[in-house]
């Protein structure tokens, strides 16, 4: 059994602006995957797919005779190595699936002696590839234990693992798997560990993944990193992973994108391009406060790690980055190369604790390098409330040094994020031109202003003076001066009216006009919610603001100025204004939703954003607790139904079954109707 989907519904409503989230029954489906693994040795010709199943714990006994097509070691059984070693001579045009037997499990104990467990430049070429290719495999890795030269899967199933007699040997040490081949697909890999890295991709690995599993050090410090991506590897892919506890030192990180990964100079400057990590967890959450060559219960290391190499499409979505500390960072680029459409978004940041200077920012972009394309930072959630050790949530020092009067784009946009618990600039700007920073909110335990006064014209050096956003000098958004409210009142009829003023004092950039202001509500000194957009303002005036806030408080203001590039470019975040008249807004109706959660199959046409679908066309209704065939595409709908009395706003759907994904963006749900949408989803095996 497990857990298909567990819808969210988040909206925002003309009165109560607070992110509203409600979570609706479960329902739940079995998945059964017809027929199991037969236990043999021998292979299973079927459809040109060679099935190789390993059925022993021996670390490096070779395959008798790579090439007849039988995975088979001396002592009449098959090792991982010999499995791999088989695959990589199969002959084109026959899949190379190898999986475990049933019933097997332990730790793959990997002896320092290579001459024995690893192939050696005394290895018949023909039969297996030599595993020193120039330079090693990687810094810090001669060789591999498990080298891959051939496409194929390799399934672990969660049950082996791998494990070096020396791990602490020292810098001389070898890879768990080097990736050599394009398309390589490595699942359910749990704690994998060498007394190096423990999966290094090539440049030849082109299409490969990592899917599945979980590995947390506890045993020693060791292992440098967990994943290195050598320059000139192209769409690889990490997905539905748990790892961490790794030792932070030089030529480290959980995951490591680097020319250092690269001792072949002959690729060293490639860059490495369409890098996709979905859904994994960087765990440092300590179990010890010890990190030793016995105990790395305690350790901590950046999680992803770029160093000098290009980067040309990276996606990091719905990850989790937790407990980060000391020396390390969620994601460090300072001191990578150029990069181009980097995705950051719908992650989860929690109790970053990696230092309190702008210098230890949880996510640093390459410093003093172009950034083209377009790149995001978006719908992330960075909560570091539950600690005071982290000083700057972004740090951007981008390449447009002296850019005071011109406005030159960043191709950067910083968008509807949540930040909290951050004691110094949240989001702090330097050299960037212009870059845009709108929609994002500001919890309580934010480090903003200690007071309600003048947070747009902040002073001080970057490591020390405080703010949400801080456009660093006029190298970054001509440090922009925003417009600000002298006047918000909750009007009777349910609306909020704002007077707002340019801001004509200070030497640094005057918006041009029209400009867009964002507003926000908070409590006291930050900006908890956001309220809305008002565009095509030109000269004080007063307006109202598009949705309500939840009580008394104070409103703040955000200004965004168009220039010919065109991408906008962001002031820091306005003085406040307390709200008069705010008891009327109790007077306002609250909203009542629901939202209905149904499974379909057979379905012969849909669209996974078509409004008011209650059930697609041809389909036939799954009940609860249904099996369901792998491979078989299953349609989810989800109607939103607004039984209250106010219009619901900007409704977000979203499910565990994209990992967390928005389904859908409804606009708005008028009271006594129903919107909804659809999603198709096909059953893994």
């Known amino acids: ?104 499990s332990g730790t793959i104990v990997m002896s320092t002696d290579k001459t024995t467990h690893m192939a050696d430049t005394k290895v018949d070429k023909n039969k297996e590839p030599d595993r020193y290719p120039a330079g090693g495999v990687g810094w810090y890795n001669a060789s591999a234990y498990f080298f891959i030269t051939r496409t194929m899967t390799i399934d672990l199933d969660n049950r082996l693992h791998t494990r070096a007699t020396a791990e602490a040997a020292g810098d001389t040490g070898s890879a768990a798997f080097f990736v050599d081949a394009p398309d390589v697909k490595l699942r359910n890999f749990s704690s994998i560990f060498s007394n190096e890295c423990s ?34 590897a192209e769409r690889i892919t990490i997905r539905n992973y748990r790892m961490g506890r790794f030792a932070s030192k030089t030529y480290s990180g959980l995951i490591r994108l680097s020319s250092s990964s690269d001792p072949d100079t002959t690729h060293r400057n490639d860059p490495i391009k369409d890098v996709t990590i979905e859904n994994v967890v960087f765990d440092d959450t300590p179990a010890s406060s010890t990190c030793s060559a016995t105990d790395g219960r305690g350790c901590t290391d950046t999680a992803i790690d770029i160093y000098v190499v290009a980067v040309h499409g990276l996606v990091v979505k719905d990850c989790e980055f937790i407990n980060q500390g000391t020396n390390s960072h969620a994601i460090d680029a300072h001191d990578g190369g150029a990069l181009s459409n980097w995705d950051i978004r719908d992650n989860l940041f929690k109790d970053i604790k990696t230092g309190g200077s702008y210098l230890d920012a949880a996510i640093y972009f390459p410093r003093d390098k172009a950034m083209t394309g377009t790149s995001y930072i978006r719908g ?22 002296g850019t005071t009067t011109s406005s030159l784009p960043s191709n950067v946009y910083i968008e509807d994020n949540q930040f909290d618990g951050y004691h110094g600039q949240t989001v702090l700007l330097d050299h960037t ?28 050096v970057a490591d020390s003076a405080k703010g949400m956003v801080r456009n660093y000098g006029a190298s970054a958004n001509r ?77 703040r203001v955000q200004t965004h100025s168009p220039v010919d590039d065109g991408q906008v470019e962001s002031s820091q975040l306005s003085r406040t204004v307390s709200i008069t008249n705010s008891a009327n807004l ?51 709908t989800y109607t939103v139904t607004n039984d209250g009395v106010t219009p619901l706003q900007d409704v977000r759907v979203r499910d565990s079954l994209g990992h967390g994904q928005m389904i859908c963006l409804i606009p708005v749900v008028q009271p006594n109707q129903s919107e909804g949408c659809a999603e198709s989803y096909t059953v893994s095996p």
Not at 14 to 19: E, G, P, T
Not at 199 to 213: K, P
Not at 434 to 456: H, Y
Not at 608 to 630: C, F, K, R, Y
């Open 433 to 460: 031109s212009s870059l845009t920073v709108r929609r994002n909110t500001f919890g309580v335990a934010s480090g903003a202003q200690a007071t309600t006064t003048t947070e747009e014209t902040i002073t001080g």
């Open 479 to 555: 440090r922009l001066l925003t417009w600000y409210p002298t006047v918000a009142n909750a009007t009777t009829s349910c609306e909020l009216e704002v007077t707002v003023n340019p801001q004509t004092a200070g030497s640094y950039g005057t918006p041009k006009t029209p400009v867009t202001l964002d507003f926000y509500y908070t409590r006291q000194n930050t900006a908890e919610t956001y309220l809305g957009s008002v565009g095509n303002l030109t000269a004080a005036t007063t307006v109202t603001v598009p949705h309500l806030p939840t009580g008394p408080g104070y409103i």
């Open 199 to 232: 999966i290094i991709f090539s440049q030849a690995s082109d299409g490969s993944s990592l899917e599945g599993g979980e590995t947390i050090n506890s045993a020693n410090n060791w292992s440098t990193s967990m994943i290195r991506i050598r320059p000139g």
């Open 1 to 104: 059994m497990r857990n298909l989907a567990d819808p969210v519904i988040e909206t925002r409503t003309s009165v109560d602006q607070r992110w509203r989230r409600l979570a609706f029954g479960v329902i739940i489906f079995s998945l059964m995957a017809l027929g199991v693994a037969a236990p043999f040795v021998t292979p299973v010709h079927a459809a040109g797919v060679l099935n190789l199943v390993v059925d022993t714990l021996d670390a490096g006994t070779r395959d008798t005779d790579p090439g007849d097509g039988v995975c088979m070691t001396a002592n009449n059984n098959c090792s991982l190595r010999a499995a791999i070693e088989e695959g990589n001579v199969t002959a084109a045009g026959t899949e190379v699936e190898i999986t475990v037997l049933p019933g097997l």
């Open 380 to 401: 992330n959630v960075m909560d570091n409330s539950g600690t005071t050790a982290q000083h700057t949530a972004i740090y951007i020092y981008g390449d447009h040094a």
């Open 586 to 636: 109790g007077n306002c109706d609250q909203p009542f939703f629901n939202l209905e959660l149904r499974a379909w199959r057979d379905v012969s046409h849909a669209s996974p954003n078509h409004a008011s679908i209650l059930a697609p066309g041809g389909g036939t209704e799954i009940p609860t607790d249904s099996v369901l065939t792998p491979g078989e595409e299953v349609w989810f």
